[in-house]
């Protein structure tokens, strides 16, 4: 049938050291090749409270459990207790999923900080929170980043550049429906884009009724008859705890439609860069999600 790329988000110190591990077994049992993108930088989870006066926000947390999922010390962190350094504190767990043989990359330095103020921040800014990332990849893993992919899939025109300047192939950091190249103001970019494609399972979770019984077989539905490779983001913080359950259900019956599971750089590999279109760097809303992201228009 087609690939099922495997694209892991971690947010936080506890996705690190808990839900990482927890997906590289799940992984091993089904076979599965997966990219797991960090965040290497301080945890400000707590940080995200602000977001409570965003449209759509309250709805999101009310339906996927926030405080069950992330657990309250985790929510914690920047408010009442000082965030807790990522990169410093589980560098060994990342080394370790790296070493058993997942690619590795980037997902942000501060996840909250990036994802709440990256749409409006000048080159300045972005240059320095992306080389804060790049640098500490790089001394953590012994080798630089392959690829990138975006905190809540909010970028800006400087941060696609700078994926062109670190020579990164390929990069996830929207949503969409296919590969293409991105337009910054009129200029083609040299790196391929590949947007997540499915819906998230917290976008998904309570809405019409769709609950941890049924989340599965309803996502299943999606890549039943569907010849056409897809990009499925998942996070280590939910996957990779709570709802690994889930997402097993998930891996079995995508195994069972014929799919295979691939890494970012798997994919990367089939395309026929030549034949790609490209498409302006665009923003728009995800059902499900609150506020805009990074979207490939239709």
């Known amino acids: 049938m087609a690939r099922i790329v495997l694209k892991i988000d971690v947010d936080t110190l506890r996705g690190t050291r808990e839900g990482v591990p927890n997906l590289a077994r799940i992984f091993d049992r089904y076979k599965a090749r997966a990219t797991f993108l960090f965040a290497l930088g301080p ?12 449209p759509g926000f309250l709805k999101k947390v009310s339906r996927t459990s926030v405080v ?18 990522i990169g410093v504190k ?30 409006n921040r000048d080159g300045e800014w972005t ?34 550049r700078q994926i062109d300047a670190w020579g990164m192939h390929y990069a996830s950091d929207g949503r969409g429906h296919s590969p293409y190249l991105p337009v910054v103001d009129g200029h ?47 996070h280590a913080e939910l996957e990779g705890q709570k709802l690994a359950p889930v997402f097993e259900q998930l891996l079995a019956g995508w195994r069972a439609q014929g799919h295979t599971f691939a890494t970012m750089g798997d994919y990367h590999a089939a395309l026929d860069r030549e034949s790609l279109p490209s498409y302006p760097v665009a923003w728009g809303e995800i059902e499900g999600r609150s506020g805009q992201l990074i979207i490939q228009p239709d």
């Open 188 to 234: 083609t970019l040299n790196h391929v884009q590949m947007p997540t494609t499915l819906p998230t399972l917290d976008e998904v979770l309570g809405v019409d009724g769709i609950d941890v019984n049924t989340v599965a077989a309803w996502m299943l539905k999606l890549t039943e008859h569907n010849p056409h490779d897809q990009v499925f983001t998942l």
């Open 43 to 54: 945890d400000h989870t707590g940080w995200a409270l602000r977001r409570v006066f965003r």
């Open 90 to 119: 589980a560098a060994a767990d990342m080394r370790a999923i790296h070493e058993a043989g997942f690619e590795c990359g980037i997902h942000t330095w501060d996840h909250v900080y990036w994802q709440d103020n990256v749409r």
């Open 68 to 85: 069950e999922h992330y657990g309250v010390k985790q929510l914690m962190y920047g408010v009442l207790l000082p965030g807790p350094d």
């Open 127 to 160: 240059a320095r929170e992306m080389r804060k990332s790049y640098e500490r990849f790089t001394q953590i893993f012994g080798a630089p980043p392959v690829t990138h992919g975006a905190a809540g899939w909010q970028m800006n025109d400087a941060a696609f």
